[in-house]
């Protein structure tokens, strides 16, 4: 008997090569073999353990896969094309991941 658990199918048929979030649980669900609904809870666990950490300034480092952590930009000026105009943009902390090494490896091989 096979157990038929409560995964959502749905075709991304506007976007064929972007994987959404409920894709990607969709994925998460039929690897771990557990409900969607689950698979959702540990996802949204993992979002926010991620941004916890962005939050109290630390780096999240997950071996083989990459590095999140929090940079500074400092205040520029770019042009807005529409209104052809200079504008400040503001110094501000931005989010940003930095892929580990086997993740590079792994994309790079795809094209060869």
Known sequence: MELKYNVIDYDNKYRPNVMETIHFINEFAKKLNIPYKEAQDKFDVLIDTITDAL???????????????????????????????????PACYKPAFYPGKQLKETIKNISD
């Not at 999240?60 to 999140?68: A, I, K, R, T």
């Open 55 to 89: 939050v109290n300034d630390d780096r999240v480092v997950l071996q083989d896969f990459g590095v999140f952590k929090v940079v500074w930009r400092k205040k520029k000026t770019g042009y807005n094309y529409r209104h052809q105009k200079y504008i400040d943009i």
